[in-house]
């Protein structure tokens, strides 16, 4: 058996038993769980990385360019997205218990499964969207902000400054696909730019600004500024101040809106804010908070009673609960945050199936066929995240 798979085993038994015999948190508890059942459900062995799905959906192809052609071919584990939100949960349940088994997890298993992802042949080097052993895949930026993200924090509670170098590694790869077209901001895809999107800015202002407090280099500060600036002027629908979705190149603003591109915004207020003492940034953040609640949470009548639900899927949920607990750490207004705690709560009593994973509505009334990994990946991160504010 895979000498890594059987460490994983271990250490998840002395993780749960940590958490059972504490009895201090349940949301630790149940993040721990989750993380066992994303490794028992979901562990790609062979590879020492994780399916898209389970059970595996063998007509999922992944693209891949072979002599600048497009090639199909059977996808055999996730993409670099669900992946890295393994990874964030991980950091942050290190970050919220200090316990170094979930650190041993990351350097042993997380960091070298990341690791295979890793695209060095083009510059900027960078996390390309599927594993290298699978042949060149789209780079984006979103997907290296997330990481990059990640990395940050995971130096904030390590003081280790390979994760802070590797940071400003992707950093630089990011703003590489800085144009000014459009009038600034980032492209999405560095194989496509088509579209400058909220999901690619918003995250760059939170990492640059992440940066700054760790380097004290203005420049990650100015970099910030113009970003948020760019998308704030750009993409947020004034009547509401909840995010649009993207620009394109021929100025076309696509409307859609998502909780995680507002959940972005709504932080890198929050942290300019607290970085320069300018109140406007506090307030755009309120702003946007009490626009998502008014267009997202929607009451539901379940078991007999109404439950308010953030209406978007669980990952877009969980980051913007990044921005609404960044706020809430500011102006101490708990009501946005507790709607996503109790939804949390009816989640994991209702949502989840007999393997305890759970789908793409928090609600229990629809269940998947194919279990994203995801949607699973980012639950480890929200109940750390919840159980840090139940403190």
């Known amino acids: 058996m895979n000498r890594n798979y059987l460490l994983c085993v271990v250490l998840f038994s002395l993780m749960l038993l940590h958490c059972q015999d504490s009895l201090g948190n349940t949301n630790i508890s149940r993040a721990a769980i989750t993380l066992q059942h994303i490794f028992q459900f979901y562990h790609a062995k062979k590879d020492n990385l994780f399916t898209e799905t389970y ?11 072979v002599s600048d052609k497009i090639v199909y071919k059977r996808q055999k584990v996730s993409f670099l997205w669900p992946y890295s939100g393994v990874f964030s949960g991980c950091v942050s349940l290190y970050k919220v218990t200090k316990d170094l088994k979930y650190k041993h997890l990351l350097e042993r298993t997380l960091l070298p499964g990341l690791s295979k992802y890793w695209n060095s042949q083009r510059e900027p080097a960078c996390y390309q969207s599927y594993p290298e052993f699978n042949g ?7 997907d290296n902000e ?12 390590t003081k280790d400054t390979t994760y802070l170098n590797r940071a400003i590694q992707l950093q630089r790869f990011i703003y590489s696909g800085w144009s000014d077209k459009l009038g600034g901001g980032l492209f999405w895809c560095e194989q496509k730019h088509l579209s400058k999107n909220t999901c690619s800015n918003a995250p760059a202002v939170v990492l640059c600004m992440k940066i700054y407090k760790a380097t004290s280099q203005k420049k990650y500060l100015d970099l910030a500024k113009a970003t948020y600036k760019w998308t704030k002027n750009t993409l947020c629908d004034p009547s509401d101040y909840v995010y649009w979705d993207n620009e394109s190149l021929n100025g076309h603003i696509a ?17 300019l804010y607290k ?15 009490r626009g998502v609640f008014n267009y997202f949470v929607k009451s539901r009548k379940i078991k007999n009673r109404e439950i308010l639900f953030y209406n978007d899927s669980p990952w877009f949920n969980v980051i913007l609960f990044r921005g609404l607990k960044a706020l809430f750490e500011v102006d ?16 994991w009593k209702y949502d989840r199936d007999t393997n305890g994973l759970f789908s793409k509505n928090w609600t229990g009334k629809e269940q998947d066929k194919y279990k994203w990994l995801l949607d699973n990946a ?13 403190r």
């Open 255 to 271: 409307k859609n809106k998502y909780t995680y591109n507002s959940g972005q915004m709504i932080e890198a207020g929050v942290l």
């Open 275 to 289: 970085a320069t003492g300018e109140k406007q940034y506090l307030e755009d953040a309120q702003r946007t908070a």
């Open 332 to 347: 101490h207004n708990a009501t946005y945050i507790k709607i996503m705690a109790k939804d949390a709560e009816y989640a």
């Open 378 to 390: 980012c639950m480890v991160e929200l109940y750390a995240e919840l159980s840090d504010i139940d």
């Open 136 to 142: 060149p895949s789209d780079r984006f930026y979103d």
């Open 146 to 157: 997330w990481v990059a993200i990640s990395f940050m924090d995971l130096y904030a509670s």
């Open 55 to 65: 059970p595996i959906d063998t007509s999922q192809k992944v693209p891949c360019f």
